[in-house]
């Protein structure tokens, strides 16, 4: 499986596919427009805030617009994917 598209290019591709402008995300995250354009571009990194506000809006998986799947389900089931062994900082990875 090949992943080249950068979380720029999904932001502005969740965006188009939903009909959305850049100044309508932007006032639903409470940012202005031209940050929204300067996501897209990739002249501005986007925080953590506006990504998990990205995955929830548009229901997709935070690492689908980080271009580490392309699955954009969002797996919301962690007890299927990490096993927490006793004491503190023991954590499996399946």
Request: proline share 2%; net charge positive.
């Amino acid at each position: 499986m090949v992943l080249n598209m950068k979380y720029n290019d999904r932001l502005r591709e969740l965006r188009e596919d939903n009909d959305l402008t850049q100044t309508q995300i932007a006032n639903k995250f409470n940012v202005k427009q031209i940050t929204i354009s300067q996501y897209e571009r990739g002249t501005r990194q986007v925080s953590l805030d506006i990504l998990v506000k990205y995955a929830e809006y548009f229901n997709v998986s935070t690492d689908y617009i980080l271009g580490l799947t392309n699955n954009p389900t969002p797996n919301y089931n962690i007890k299927n994917q990490v096993n927490i062994k006793g004491g503190k900082n023991k954590i499996e990875m399946r």
